[in-house]
């Protein structure tokens, strides 16, 4: 069989994401929004207790009736403040919160905590409980400590597993019957939640999760039309209908797919400058309710960043997009503080996320230009590269052909490839066609090599 072997020398701009997402928080920040889960995660009270009761032994504390997640005012902020733990310790390893942060999810991942709140999500009228948001968020820490090399968070991500499992097939026995989806702003919002749990899918390698959710996410959004923001947002919100359902999507499409249906839903992103989407006032900041719109400036603003990444290169509206996201960053960032308890105890999660989604959710590899590839002569037209390497995913079968024809015309493009969980990343396969590939992607110095070549 005739051997071929293409070299290609990459840049991976965002390859080191720890290191990047830490260059964007001084110590100063990560110390106040480590500091703001940290006096939380075990703090009982003030609590909102949220569940159907059939008897007085439904009437415990918080700490019994979840003792892994019971602090944080609610449920679902208590898990996503385990997130923040666990991710700002894994960004910051040597801060001085480290030590700290890790004592206390030493005490809260323990087997017997998990037991206890399985017990409670599987009790009578529960099904519902936490579905989507705080399920959600919780996938999202699982995949947070399945992705850190180090021996506590491989144990508690052990710990963790059951309640992994349940929450995973949760959102498997409902999609399939949810006919519609969710179009609010709070917590029941369908296209925030599924952005997740995708997201926590691609982290396990769990196709039949990202089957599901692509399909779902074709039936329940790929034929709206004509949306528009002067509806939003409500006065109470902390995520954006609208822009959350284009997060979602740029997900499942492919770039230039993604550019067609956003001009059909959402037209009036056509619009140069800034000020097509102004960043949200929160009048009270002691009402629980109100300051949601803090959290919605930091929402929309991943989510901007969001349609930036699933947009082509060269994209007319990048630029008044940007600018968007970037006005909702900071007004978001510039109001997470620890004055009042009503946004103190959720809003640092939103925040570090912002940081997060922006560098680590998908990474963009810019092919450099002639001068830094070298290319063995091709000889077939087109390879589709196996199923089993990093860039699987099925909807970029027509990019990974386009990126070896492009090598040859001596192009750059941008190409999608998951984040590798640790800081050296290697694969090789092989398929019945009878092409190879193996990838090494060095994530310190972030340069990278994929070779294809005939199967002997």
């Not at 399945?146 to 499992?165: F, G, I």
């Not at 009036?268 to 300051?291: H, I, N, Q, Y």
């Not at 994530?443 to 002997?456: C, E, M, Q, T």
């Amino acid at each position: 069989m005739r051997c071929m072997l293409i070299g290609v020398v990459i840049l991976f701009h965002s390859s080191n994401s720890l290191a990047q997402d830490a260059d964007l928080f001084d110590a100063e920040a990560v110390e106040r929004f480590a500091r703001l889960a940290l006096d939380c995660v075990q703090r009982e009270y003030p609590n909102k207790i949220s569940h159907v009761m059939h008897s007085d032994e439904d009437a415990g504390v918080p700490r019994e009736l979840t003792p892994v997640f019971y602090g944080c005012f609610d449920w679902h902020s208590a898990v996503h403040g385990h997130w923040l733990l666990a991710r700002l310790c894994r960004m910051y390893p040597e801060a001085p919160f480290a030590s700290e942060a890790r004592d206390a999810l030493e005490r809260n991942f323990t087997s017997e905590n998990v037991a206890r709140e399985l017990q409670y999500l599987n009790a009578a009228g529960r099904k519902s409980f936490e579905r989507p948001y705080g399920l959600a968020w919780l996938l999202l820490l699982c995949a947070e400590l399945s992705e850190w090399d180090d021996p506590q968070a491989r144990r508690w991500s052990a710990t963790l597993a059951p309640l992994e499992k349940l929450a995973a097939e949760r959102f498997r026995e409902w999609l399939p019957k949810l006919s519609h989806p969710v179009r609010t702003g709070e917590h029941s919002q369908t296209a925030f939640a599924l952005g997740l749990v995708y997201d926590w899918a691609r982290t396990r390698d769990d196709r039949a999760m990202l089957a599901l959710i692509e399909q779902r996410t074709r039936d329940y959004y790929l034929n709206d039309r004509g949306a528009s923001l002067a509806f939003e947002p409500g006065g109470e919100d902390f995520l954006s209908p609208i822009i959350a359902e284009a997060d979602l999507v740029r997900r499942v499409l492919d770039p230039p797919a993604f550019a067609v249906w956003l001009g059909r839903f959402l037209p009036e992103l056509s619009r140069d400058g800034d000020d097509w989407l102004t960043p949200a006032v929160v009048t009270d900041k002691t009402d629980g309710k109100l300051v949601h719109l803090d959290g919605l400036n930091l929402s929309r603003a991943w989510m901007l960043e969001g349609v930036v990444l699933g947009l082509p290169a060269n994209d007319p509206r990048l630029p008044g997009v940007r600018a968007a996201a970037s006005a909702h960053r900071q007004a978001g960032l510039d109001a997470v503080s620890d004055a009042h308890y009503e946004g103190g105890h959720w809003l640092g999660s939103f925040a570090v996320y912002l940081v997060r989604n922006g560098t680590s959710r998908r990474q963009w590899i810019d092919l450099v230009p002639l001068q830094a590839l070298f290319v063995v002569p091709l000889l077939w037209s087109s390879v589709v590269v196996p199923r089993s390497s990093p860039l699987t995913h099925p909807r970029h079968a027509a990019t990974r052909r386009t990126v070896l024809k492009t090598l040859l015309q001596e192009s750059a493009i941008q190409l999608p490839m998951h984040r590798q969980a640790s800081s050296t990343a290697t694969s090789a396969s092989c398929e019945p066609a009878g092409i190879c590939t193996s990838i090494n992607a060095d994530n310190a110095d972030g340069f990278g090599l994929i070779s294809i070549k005939a199967a002997p």
